[in-house]
């Protein structure tokens, strides 16, 4: 853009055609929605006399609730992550651009938050068909505190609001990008119920819709703040394109594989997609999602670079008209959301309603080996930590760096390791026996994060990453710097809190009500697969780590911490052991299994499980401490001689320069 163009636009004339702009934007997300609902059959549903119905109003007044709400995050998430990665920052510091719109942000979540409260209240009038007023004092206090609808819905009224309320003050960076993960994490409740819960394979549905959601907040959301900068002739806009492009890149793989895995996760068969009014509206948000591809190619193929010269002419109007495809598109995912999947046949077993798959056969070695299972989070987890690591030891080969191969085996060992713990028969059947449970627990919290410490994931994207072009900019490395020296980091990386959340977390969730509450819903499979692998992580970057960290112990201490944690975990296995009441037997009642060791003797033997299992990890660390000692004392002797060396050349100079004056004294 240049600088006689920015100057020219009185700020009246910019605000007007942003104001068009979005005006353009939210009709054509109700046209999408309309057009949709209408096809779909969700306009005019089927009303059967006698049954209650909640009416015409209540039927249009829910998806354009949602549907304004969806809108609001997505401009949210997108003001913030223009504010904390589209521009140049001084030192941290917001510029002026930046600093507005992280304030826009907290008025766009505002019309989150008061968008999902009306979709609360039209959800609980959908549900319980009553006049408004009735539902809002009788139904709908209980609805949103006692269902999984009402209870998601809530905390994004509460989240959106401290959004609102936190982005006022924002003025660094830091703050921008902290609350930009808080806006990501409220996209998730909404996305982890409906259609995806209740799926036969609800989740691989579940966990393909949360990365769906955030792939197209990122994508629909940047895009759009690119626009209205370009709109309002702001600065910079080169730079904002250009940073925008490379993000959105990895949000339509992102968006295009989840939106596969969520498809394959709904319909049974090919032919749903032309024989369902489902599978019609996923066609045509596939020809859209493809149309938009083709967008962002020609952007960088062409409109990037005329944009780079000073003519934003062809950009902005590709960029207007890829907004408003976006727009449509996302009218149609609501109307999709509200249209049901095509009905699927499943056996009337309740294992199967409550695991995705029937009970799997009586355990054994080859039911273990053979009995694979995608699971689409953990799968993702995997991909992304062996890419990122294999591309940054490509990078530092390219540039005739060095990289220790013991730690790229260590790495990729770790994440073996993880697949199988997570993929294979063993993830099966911890579902539906405590004692496989306990395996893969004490797998992921105790084999594979010494692995992926011992990787020392860090230090190598230290190395592969380039600093910012830009003095006092923040890129990818000047952001793990800062997440380095943060004080959060400090005060869990502190030897004492990693070793107490290491313990107290495993006795927390399974003497109090949480893992009951863990095995219902597949989110709280997420969650306690991911607390596993952090929590020991964490825990052994204090032991073993080689990445930098805020406090560096002694090895001695390092040893005195692991005897001194190590022995918790027997003690937690004794008493399970001991325990005399079934740990989440509602939950295992519920599945009916009717082969193997009765619930009381299967927890039993996952507390003997828990009690040996840490003289393998132990011993691992034990070699990896000798290791890391050992190299330690070599290169300090190693310094030690070269400073001696230095000393003894220094020493024979000295003497020889008195030895030359005592000569100069006698005339020689």
Not at 258 to 279: D, I, K, N, Q
Not at 461 to 466: D, F, G, S, W
Not at 473 to 499: C, M, N, Q, Y
Request: overall charge positive; aromatic content about 10%; proline content about 5%.
């Amino acid at each position: 853009m240049t600088t006689a163009a920015s100057g020219s636009a009185t700020p009246a004339l910019t605000g007007g055609r942003v104001a068009r702009f979005g005006f353009a934007a939210a009709a054509a997300a109700v046209a999408g929605l309309a057009l949709a609902m209408v096809a779909g059959g969700a306009a005019f549903p089927r009303i059967i006399a006698g049954l209650p119905n909640a009416g015409a109003f209540v039927r249009w007044a829910l998806p354009l609730s949602k549907l304004t709400m969806d809108l609001g995050g997505m401009l949210t998430v997108g003001l913030l992550v223009a504010a904390a990665t589209f521009f140049v920052s001084d030192k941290g510091m917001l510029g002026p651009a930046a600093t507005g719109y992280v304030k826009a942000a907290s008025w766009s979540a505002v019309v989150w938050a008061g968008a999902a409260a009306a979709l609360m209240l039209f959800t609980a009038a959908d549900n319980f068909p009553e006049p408004l007023d009735v539902v809002a004092a009788d139904y709908l206090p209980s609805f949103a505190s006692q269902t999984s609808q009402g209870i998601a819905l809530t905390l994004v009224v509460l989240f959106a609001l401290a959004l609102a309320l936190f982005a006022r003050g924002a003025i660094t960076v830091g703050a921008a990008g902290g609350l930009l993960v808080l806006a990501v994490a409220t996209l998730l409740p909404p996305a982890l119920t409906g259609h995806s819960a209740s799926s036969p394979n609800h989740d691989m549905a579940i966990s393909g819709l949360a990365l769906h959601v955030i792939g197209v907040a990122l994508w629909v959301g940047g895009l759009t703040v690119v626009v209205a900068h370009a709109l309002r002739r702001g600065p910079k806009l080169e730079l904002a394109a250009d940073r925008f492009s490379r993000m959105a890149l990895w949000c339509y793989v992102v968006v295009g594989l989840s939106g596969l895995f969520s498809v394959l996760a709904r319909l049974e068969s090919v032919e749903a997609l032309w024989t369902s009014s489902y599978g019609v509206l996923l066609v045509a948000k596939t020809v859209a999602f493809v149309l938009l591809g083709y967008a962002g190619w020609w952007h960088r193929q062409r409109t990037l670079a005329g944009l780079a010269a000073g003519t934003p002419g062809a950009f902005l109007r590709l960029a207007v008209g890829e907004v408003l495809v976006m727009a449509a598109t996302v009218g149609l995912a609501v109307a999709l959301s509200r249209t049901p999947p095509p009905p699927v046949v499943q056996p009337a077993d309740r294992a199967y309603e409550l695991l995705g798959y029937t009970m799997p056969p009586e355990i054994s070695l080859a039911n273990l080996a053979t009995l694979w299972r995608f699971d689409l989070f953990t799968a993702t987890i995997a991909a992304v930590l062996a890419g990122l690591y294999g591309a940054a030891v490509l990078r530092l080969a390219r540039r005739g760096d060095k990289w220790p191969w013991g730690r790229t085996a260590a790495w990729f060992v770790g994440i073996a390791v993880l697949v199988v713990a997570t993929q294979s028969g063993l993830a099966r059947y911890a579902m539906v026996m405590f004692s496989a449970h306990m395996v893969e627990h004490m797998t992921l919290t105790m084999v594979v994060p010494i692995f992926l410490v011992l990787g020392a994931p860090i230090t190598l994207a230290l190395r592969a990453l380039k600093p910012a072009a830009r003095r006092g900019d923040r890129g990818p490395r000047e952001w793990l710097t800062t997440i380095l020296h943060s004080r959060f980091v400090k005060v869990i990386g502190h030897p004492a809190i990693a070793t107490a959340i290491f313990v107290a977390s495993t006795y927390a969730l399974y003497f109090t009500p949480l893992f009951q509450e863990a095995m219902q819903e597949h989110l709280g499979h997420i969650v306690m697969t991911t607390h596993f692998l952090l929590s020991g992580s964490l825990f052994f970057w204090v032991i073993i780590g080689v990445d930098p960290s805020p406090y560096r112990l002694p090895y001695v201490g390092r040893l005195l911490t692991l005897f001194v944690t190590m022995p918790f975990h027997a003690f937690f296995g004794i008493a399970l052991m001991m325990y005399g009441t079934v740990i989440a037997q509602d939950w295992y009642d519920q599945l009916g299994r009717l082969w193997g060791a009765p619930l009381l003797e299967d927890q039993s033997d996952g507390g003997a499980i828990a009690w040996g299992f840490g003289e393998i990890p132990t011993l691992i660390v034990l070699i990896a401490l000798a290791y890391q000692w050992y190299h330690d004392e070599e290169r300090k002797a190693r310094r030690s001689d070269r400073r001696a060396e230095k000393g003894d050349t220094e020493l024979d100079s000295y003497n020889a320069y008195l030895a030359k004056l005592n000569k100069a004294d006698r005339g020689e």
